[in-house]
T-cell receptor
Framework: KAGVTQTPRYLIKTRGQQVTLSCSPISGHRSVSWYQQTPGQGLQFLFE???????NKGNFPGRFSGRQFSNSRSEMNVSTLELGDSALYLCASSSSGKGETQYFGPGTRLLVL | AQSVSQHNHHVILSEAASLELGCNYS??????LFWYVQYPGQHLQLLLKYFSGDPLVKGIKGFEAEFIKSKFSFNLRKPSVQWSDTAEYFC???????????FGAGTTVTVRA
């Protein structure tokens, strides 16, 4: 079974721009979660989607948003990029999400200049 | 605040030495516990997990962890490390009815050949 895939793997943007990251979960998984990984803050939960609905959201500003499509693929968007948004953005999938093992993709490394 | 604490930021060992990484959490109620590993240049991979039952769980690559409920701890152990165990190790916790993983800050393990 193919793992979680994320595109693109690397991105360079400038302050003020917006960016969209994509995640395809493991086949059959309907829950997709997003995390931000930085050296200073570690791994922090952004949001979780199941059946196209956001069920849980972390403590991030409204510039961070996401959505999920009917095939369970998910996208996250960051608008008005700031230097501090430079991070590795990880996507994880699980069958239903509640308390389950989450399987992670390779991440998208975003650099904001 | 609910949190996950990993006791060591960086551990340096020689091959064949024993490894123990501490993890404590502050959540009440029923929790599911995980250890993930991130090898250099690779994505987060699940080492082992505890949901219920025998508090001593065995994972991949010779790792094991013990859940001690009274101490809110889930320590990771390996009797004899190899150079290939050089990686960053993350403890993660979720409530059994929750959708997000809360991660510790991570422990970088360097194994000298």
């Amino acid at each position: 079974k193919a793992g979680v895939t994320q595109t693109p793997r690397y991105l360079i943007k400038t302050r003020g721009q917006q960016v969209t990251l994509s995640c395809s979960p493991i086949s059959g998984h309907r829950s997709v979660s997003w995390y931000q990984q930085t050296p200073g803050q570690g791994l922090q939960f952004l949001f979780e989607y199941f059946s196209e609905t956001q069920r849980n959201k972390g403590n991030f500003p409204g510039r961070f948003s996401g959505r999920q499509f009917s095939n369970s693929r998910s996208e996250m968007n960051v608008s008005t990029l700031e230097l501090g948004d430079s991070a590795l953005y990880l996507c994880a999938s699980s069958s239903s999400g509640k308390g389950e093992t989450q399987y992670f993709g390779p991440g998208t490394r975003l650099l904001v200049l | 605040a609910q949190s996950v604490s990993q006791h060591n930021h960086h551990v340096i060992l020689s091959e064949a030495a024993s490894l123990e990484l501490g993890c404590n959490y502050s959540y009440g109620g029923t929790v599911n516990l995980f250890w993930y590993v991130q090898y250099p240049g690779q994505h987060l991979q699940l080492l082992l997990k505890y949901f219920s039952g025998d508090p001593l769980v065995k994972g991949i690559k010779g790792f094991e962890a013990e859940f001690i409920k009274s101490k809110f701890s889930f320590n990771l152990r390996k009797p004899s490390v190899q150079w290939s165990d050089t990686a960053e190790y993350f403890c993660a916790v979720t409530r059994s009815n929750d959708y997000k993983l809360s991660f510790g800050a991570g422990t970088t393990v360097t194994v000298r050949a």
